[in-house]
């Protein structure tokens, strides 16, 4: 990866961060939640897997917000657990965004959300070691 490359990934992550502060975010889990607040990333967090059943947590949503943006891995978990959230989330009305959860995920090479901020401090120092 190279300046030019990484330099579009933290514009995403900034953009990310701006927009989570009017739109909350649909992870998995707490470890995600860590992983996001490590790259400045604030506002109001939502579990998909809190131990409460996920359409209760997309109705809790729903409720609250008619917009959330879905961040939840690419692994076959994450996928089966975006499908149902998502499905859930229309039926209720919320709208799904779920650009950076395809963008930074990809181009950070991880299917895991947990491992984002990891990721991005490897590159910078890879990138920016003198």
Request: with cysteine; net charge negative; hydrophobic share 40%.
């Amino acid at each position: 990866m190279n300046r030019e490359e990484f330099e579009r990934i933290m514009e995403e992550i900034e953009e990310l961060r701006e927009e989570a502060l009017t739109t909350p975010i649909l992870v998995e889990g707490r470890r995600d939640i860590l992983a996001l607040e490590k790259l400045g990333i604030s506002g109001e967090f939502y579990c998909a897997c809190s131990g409460k059943p996920l359409y209760e947590t997309c109705e809790e949503i729903s409720s609250a917000h008619k917009r959330v943006i879905l961040l939840i891995d690419l692994d076959s978990a994450g996928i089966a657990i975006g499908k149902k959230a998502k499905h859930y989330l229309s039926q209720l009305g919320v709208q799904v965004v779920e650009r950076h959860r395809l963008t930074l995920l990809k181009k950070l090479d991880t299917h895991q959300v947990e491992h984002l901020a990891t990721r991005v401090e490897r590159i910078k120092r890879e990138l920016f070691r003198w």
